[in-house]
């Protein structure tokens, strides 16, 4: 078993499994488990059963979900940087609320088991917190941005407030829900920066309160620099101390601690000889759509266009705006972006394309756009 100080017990879906028995899973636990269900307590059986290697898929947001093996070391040493970080630890609660499938339930897991802490595990949904009783606390969590949304807009912001630490991350925090977050709480709430290959997060960002910054901090003992394509780069135990080469483009301090994030290198769009960020324009973007009272998911991506080589293309979730309206959001991004980084086109798609993670689907989402009468 991990410790000698696990407690007895966790609770699955409103439901106590002891320790011992998912050790002998699946002989000595209830056979009415849903998929779910079994596919937690496998997970917590290999981990107490002392498993070496574990095999996670990605999670698909930025090409085609892969398998990867991470080692025990690597998830161990994670769990404790994180747990040193946060003064983690047993008698402390968390709430797993992320699917163990992937790198970011997973880690909750072995972060639970590695400190000992009480853990309740409830199946992924939009407002997990509607799972689990009113008069249920809880010291630390994480969510996806979804989630967190979710949970704010569902009136749970003072459940959340008497936490000592949320993390979200998986997806980026648009305008709306950040402000969100600064206005009703007060729990330090970290996004997160990591990957598969990095086991969770190498580097933090706080979101909100006097500390709140646009600067991911780099974790201790986490060697991060950059490539000659200014991507971000990454050694440590939670690689295997293998070198990771990431896609991200950042702007490095010179102590190599800290970094801001600049955009994906794949996202870069080349309009006229000119490099533009389609990050950098969906942040305008999206900030914009929020002020216009009108906030949507959106995403910004290149076209071929005959003269420039590529032309930025915005794609916005829901309805199109009216014409007004259009004309003054199109009024803001001029104001606010350079002549070739403004978007040529504007697309209004019905639904976008998610994973199965449940993040957004940029080439799903195109593809399906590919017959000309559905671009703008």
Not at 42 to 69: K, M
Not at 214 to 229: D, E, Y
Not at 250 to 277: C, M, Q, Y
Request: proline share 6%; with cysteine; net charge neutral.
């Amino acid at each position: 078993m991990a410790s000698s100080n696990l407690p007895d017990s966790l609770l699955l879906n409103g439901r106590e499994f002891a320790y011992a028995a998912i050790q002998q899973y699946p002989t000595a636990v209830p056979a009415d488990l849903n998929g779910y269900e079994a596919r937690v307590l496998e997970r917590v059986r290999e981990w107490l059963n002392g498993s070496q290697e574990f095999t996670l898929t990605t999670s698909g947001s930025t090409g085609t979900p892969a398998p990867v093996v991470v080692r025990r070391r690597q998830l161990a040493a994670s769990a404790q940087r994180t747990g040193d970080f946060f003064d983690l630890g047993p008698g402390d609660r968390a709430l797993v609320c992320l699917n163990c499938e992937y790198i970011g339930g997973l880690m909750m897991l072995v972060r639970g088991l590695e400190r000992q802490m009480h853990l309740t595990m409830v199946e992924p949904q939009a407002d997990p917190l509607a799972l689990v009783p009113a008069d249920a606390a809880f010291d630390f969590a994480a969510f996806v941005p979804l989630q967190l949304r979710a949970v704010l807009a569902a009136g749970h912001a003072p459940r959340l407030n008497r936490m000592k630490t949320i993390l979200v991350g998986g997806a980026p925090v648009d305008a709306t829900l950040l402000a969100a977050i600064q206005a009703q709480l007060t729990v330090p709430v970290l996004l997160t920066y990591g990957m598969t290959e990095t086991c969770s997060h190498v580097a933090l960002r706080r979101l909100n309160g006097p500390q709140a910054t646009t600067a991911f901090r780099v974790l201790p003992g986490i060697a991060a620099g950059q490539n000659a394509r200014g991507c971000l780069t990454l050694r440590g135990d939670v690689t295997n101390d293998q070198l990771v080469v990431t896609n991200d483009l950042v702007a490095l301090d010179a102590g190599a601690h800290t970094f801001e994030w600049l955009g994906r290198a794949d996202f870069v769009i080349n309009s006229g000889g000119v490099k533009v960020p389609a990050e950098k324009v969906e942040l305008v973007l999206d900030v914009a759509l929020a002020e216009l009272g009108a906030p949507r998911r959106c995403f910004v991506a290149g076209r071929p266009d005959e003269r420039l080589g590529q032309a930025v293309a915005a794609y916005v979730e829901g309805p199109a705006l009216t014409a007004a309206a259009e004309a003054q959001l199109r009024a803001l991004l001029a104001a606010r972006l350079g002549k070739y980084e403004q978007p040529r086109h504007l697309v209004f798609v019905p639904e976008f394309h998610t994973t199965a993670s449940g993040k957004l689907d940029r080439p799903a989402t195109l593809r399906s756009l590919e017959t000309p009468d559905l671009l703008g």
